[in-house]
């Protein structure tokens, strides 16, 4: 009943926390961090789930980690998905292919 509760809140708190757009998905660092920690792991799994990957606690970690710390600093997660700590979010997407030279 515990998870079942925690995982209801986690889905509330998902969609102010996390802004999906063109470029990835961005979670919004301020929201993330009022949230109590056993939310706000549960929201970054469920963003991590949705750029398509299987979250560990590593990787949830590593998230929250950059949400605390300055901007400029990035993670690289599985499946070439990149965690990167912008001024107000950590944007979590994967870099577009490059075009190959004519």
Known sequence: ????????????????????????????????LDLPPSIASRVVSQALFRSGITPTQ??????????KNRPGRRRDLPGGLLAVRERDYVRLSRPSPETPDS
């Open 1 to 32: 009943e515990d998870a079942r509760e925690l995982n209801r809140q986690a889905g509330h708190a998902f969609a102010p926390a996390v802004d999906e757009r063109e470029g990835g998905l961005f979670v919004e660092v301020t929201a993330l």
């Open 58 to 67: 590593d990787h949830i970690e590593s998230v929250v980690d950059l949400a």
